[in-house]
């Protein structure tokens, strides 16, 4: 089985907006938490803190871990072709932005970033991480519907 470890950012502002990265790699598009895999003997927080720099063009501080999320993906459902189920851990922090601007990606494997409004997210075409992480922030009810 193969491991993937990755950590990404919860990113709001004072408009109740929260920060995506649109993810588009292979033949599959969409919005997802700005973050990815770590490098070989780095720090989580250091890998969300870059993701976020890299996908977004903001420089971020991290406030909070949200938590830690677990996934086997099977073989036949990933994204690359593979003969090994992905195990994937994803790190997920509350951060916020300290500078920088917003801007693309060029070269890797999101295109954009954009601002949405909360309200406007569950209509987005999006990845589960985005609704597991704005549970993790508080920021949409459980998935049970308790707040």
């Known amino acids: 089985m193969d491991l993937r470890v990755a950590a990404y950012a919860v990113v709001t502002d004072d408009h109740g907006r929260v920060l995506l990265a649109h993810w588009n790699e292979g033949h599959r598009a969409a919005w997802t938490l700005p973050g ?3 490098e ?3 720090d989580p927080e250091l890998a969300a803190r870059r993701e976020v720099r890299e996908e977004t063009g ?3 501080v991290i ?3 949200l938590g830690i999320h677990s996934r086997v993906i099977p073989a036949g459902q990933r994204i690359l072709d593979a003969v090994e ?3 994937a851990l994803r790190i997920i ?3 916020h932005i300290t500078g920088g601007r917003l801007r693309h990606e060029v070269g890797g494997t999101t295109d954009r970033a954009e601002w949405f409004d909360l ?3 569950p209509g987005l075409h999006h990845v589960k991480l985005v609704d597991i992480g704005l549970r993790m922030a508080g920021l949409l009810p459980a998935a049970d519907g308790t707040a």
């Open 93 to 95: 922090y509350r951060a």
């Open 119 to 121: 309200a406007s997210v």
């Open 63 to 65: 406030d909070a871990l």
């Open 40 to 42: 070989a003997g780095e």
């Open 36 to 38: 990815g895999g770590l």
């Open 58 to 60: 903001y420089r971020v």
């Open 85 to 87: 189920p992905l195990h």
